[in-house]
Structures are given as C-alpha cells and as structure tokens.
C-alpha cells in the first residue's frame, strides 16, 4: 500500500513578521508552481486555503483558463497540472473534502525552516517509508508569509525535520520547499 | 575538496515551443526564488543570463533594492540571498567570470526534462559524489522558456538524469528543478 498524498497551501492561519496571525494574498505563481510540482511527483490534490471568497474565486478564474480557456489550447500540460488543484476556505474543510475523497481521514503532515519546539521531529527517510508503506491518506501543510500558525502546527501528526538545518540561510521560498519536500519523500531515486 | 558551485539562470540561447533559439524575458521571482535556494545549499554564485542590455538592467534595479533599498530595511534575509546574484550578459562570459574568481575553468552541468539523444547521463548519485571529490569548480545552467538550446547542450560536460523520468507528468517549473537540483547534489542527508 502507498498512502494517496495531498498537499495544502495555507494563507490562513498564518504567521506575520511577529507571529501573529494572519491571512496572506494567493499568488498565481503559488497556484503554478505547487500544482506542477505536485502533479510531477504523482499527489492526488493540492488545495489552495484561504478564508477570503475573493481570493478562492481568483484561484477559480486561473483554474479556468487553464481548465476551458485560452491556456488550455495553448498550453496543454497546463491544464492537466492545474486539474488537481482546488481552492477552499480552511484546512478543516480540505480535510473532509478529502475523508469524503479517499475513505478515510488524512493525517496531517508538516515542515518548517524552524523545528517547532517541544515536537518530536521525523527524518525524511522515515516519512518515505511511512507514506509507501501505510494506506492512510496524508495531508502536507504548507505555510506561505512567515510560516503555518502554532494552532495548525500543533495539529501536525507528523513534523518532518527542516530541510536545510545545516545551512547558515535558511530560507526556501515556499515554492522551493514544497518542491523539494516532494521529491525527499516520493521522488524517483 | 569540494568543488564551489556556481549556477546560471540562461535566457538565451533557450528553446521556444518549437524548439527554435529566442531570448526569454527574466522574471521577478526567478531572481529571487533561485537566489533564495542557491544561497540555502551554500552556492557560491548565481548568474543571471541575458544579452538584452536592458533585461540586465532590471536585475540590477532588484538587486539594488535588495541590498541598499527599502527591501534590505525590511527584510534583511533576502539581501543575503541575493547577494551572490549578478546579471551577465552570456553563458561565455560567466565561464570567463567564474574563472577569473575561482581560478580555474568551470565544468559545465546540465539537466533537462527530456534526456538529449547521445548524451551519456550521470546519475544524482554520482554528480554528489563528484562534486564531493572534486576541486573544479561547477557551473549548473539551467534554462528558461522550453529549455536549453542545442548549442548549449552539446557543451555539457554532465548531463544529469532527468528529475523524474518514471512520471506521466514532467513539467517542473525551472524554480522548482532548481530547488531540487541543490538538493539532490548538496542537500543535508
């Protein structure tokens, strides 16, 4: 069995420069990039979270170019990365979308440049075993401005290591390490 | 001894759709997402490649808001990062700076979705293990819009193995095959 994988990427709650939470803007660069990336590495969904109806309905207008639009006809491999993509309006309803999806309930996986305190962290090497070998779908959070809210953090069934510890920058755009972090974990090796 | 790796960011000679060279246009978040991901796997350089005098200058204008402007107040990781950025107006002339700087000619690497035809591949495993033995120092080109152009190709010295060959899908964006280029060549294990 290998775990069906989603991926969400989170506008809300998120962290400001000081840690407070916030709400941050939906990026069409994001929406690209994630969704190329996720469809690449084989995910079944990557859902763009964000409370602001405004927002999801621009996610929903760039779905559509690329789904009906000018950008189906002129780019092709466009369209079929961006059919996994989906926007919602909290990580609560990407979870039961996703329970209704797959069976059964995803757990909740997590990666942040700082290890959260007082969690214990997994290695990249066991989280790629644990996803081939468990059946239990899985949810990867990803946090945009400063990084996902300490209440999703603590959530998290899994905290995976950062993904640079050793490095004197640590500073990945989120583009970056949703990219990398699915290539640790399901990448051709 | 470890070779110092440089990367190039290449806008010409690049492919379009139908495989002929063009000039692409450089892109805001290129310069700093891939200057965000060299700087995080220790990079020692990040050039930026177009002919057009004038595309030169935009890097510079980023470049300098970023490391004298409101941009290095406000957020003063990104100056780091950028830091090792510098815009070049060809290929040729990054090998000419590099080799000046570090003493002595760079290897030229290379990847690409598609495998080109009669080029022996080097494996993700073996690249590390070079780089790791090695004191040459490395320039990885990545390219813009479709790729690559022939000319280019054909004077690699390493063509790695596609990303992900195994998938149906493989259309990363060059932010994401970066980011995952540096860490498959010299990411924390």
Redesign the interface.
């Known amino acids: 069995m290998t775990a069906r994988v989603h991926c969400a990427l989170v506008h809300h709650p998120v962290r400001d420069r000081a840690g407070h939470p916030i709400a941050s803007a939906i990026t069409n660069?994001d929406v690209?990039?994630l969704a190329?990336?996720a469809?690449?590495?084989?995910l079944a969904g990557y859902w763009v979270v964000s409370p602001i109806a405004a927002q999801r309905l621009l996610v929903e207008r760039i779905l559509d170019h690329w789904a009906h639009g000018a950008g189906a006809r002129r780019v092709p491999?466009?369209t079929?990365?961006l059919s996994i993509c989906a926007p919602i309006e909290s990580v609560d309803a990407a979870i039961a979308a996703i329970t209704e999806r797959e069976g059964s309930a995803p757990a909740l996986w997590v990666t942040a440049a700082k290890a959260p305190p007082g969690k214990t962290l997994t290695s990249?090497a066991d989280g790629r075993a644990l996803l081939a070998s468990s059946a239990r779908p899985v949810l990867i959070l990803f946090g945009t401005a400063h990084g996902l809210h300490s209440t999703l953090m603590d959530r998290a069934d899994v905290v995976l290591a950062p993904?640079?510890?050793?490095?004197d920058?640590?500073?990945?755009?989120v583009?970056?390490?949703?990219?990398?972090t699915f290539?640790?974990l399901l990448?051709?090796?």
């Open positions: 660069v690209h990039d190329r990336s469809r690449t590495f084989g491999e466009r079929r990365a990249w993904i640079q510890p050793g490095s920058y640590n500073h990945l755009s583009r970056a390490a949703a990219a990398i290539d640790r990448g051709d090796r």
